[in-house]
């Protein structure tokens, strides 16, 4: 609190208003400041009963994953809530965020666009919301998108959901996948190599009946739309063999405990890609 009161009466000496995260509220902030609202409603009213003015950003939050933040949930997203509605003329208008913990020249434009399109709408039309008409105004704008060749994503799916397991019906290796667009090609490599557009492909399946060192990355004509997903593969005696435990995983790690430490597979960087399991207690 007195950093931040210190840095306002310095910026102020300076003509400026400061803009700060609404964290800056819980130790008292002058009505001057700005506040950045992202932990929801009840810190946005908040800041507005203070008299301080406001930018909504929680909602819109674009390095969330295409299938959770819809193209559709961004247009009809109020930016003024009914929490916001005496306060109406303290809010500022919205911002969009995108976070860059898992964020690359790959993938960026496929979370900025269309969500970005949808966030101007109705950031800079105040007129009645039409989803439908927004959507068939949007097919002109894909035109415009591919001629500058922006990347956009689905509008309402991850470009690529991956998953790799031991298939014991078949006793291999089976990746499935849910692609975002029907002319998505999954490229991939068997040899730790990146993928290029030359690589061999698949669409919905894929078997491997030996331990490799595969690399999947999606691809729509010769533009990458993803960094190369990575997959160790191990092949060891427990591949496929049940396991017993005396004490069951957590089940916040994303799959089955049971499977996760013999389907032959090693765990990447994020304890949360599904590849690894634990306990607690």
Known sequence: TY???????????????LIGWDEILEGGIDRSAIIEVWRGDAEGAKALANGNKIISAGPFYLDSSLGSLTLEKVY?????????????????GAEAPL???RVTPANAETLLYPRLVALAEIAWNAGKRDYPEFLRRLRTHYRRLE?????????DRNVADLRLAWNPSEHNWRVWAERGFADLQLRYTTDGSDPTP???????SLALSQAVQLKIAPFRGARAYAEPREFTMVSHKGVGKPIAYSSQPNQNYGQAGE??????????????DGLWTGWNG
């Open 3 to 17: 950093f931040v009161k210190r840095i306002q009466r310095y910026l102020a000496g300076k003509g400026k208003t």
């Open 76 to 92: 009809n997203t109020e930016i003024v809530p009914a929490a916001y509605a005496p306060y109406r003329g303290q809010v500022l």
């Open 99 to 101: 976070w860059t913990e």
């Open 147 to 155: 001629q500058w060749q922006v990347g956009y994503g689905p509008e």
């Open 198 to 204: 030359a690589s061999p492909g698949f669409t919905d």
């Open 259 to 272: 499977q996760v430490l013999a389907d032959g597979l090693l765990g990447g960087e994020s304890h949360a």
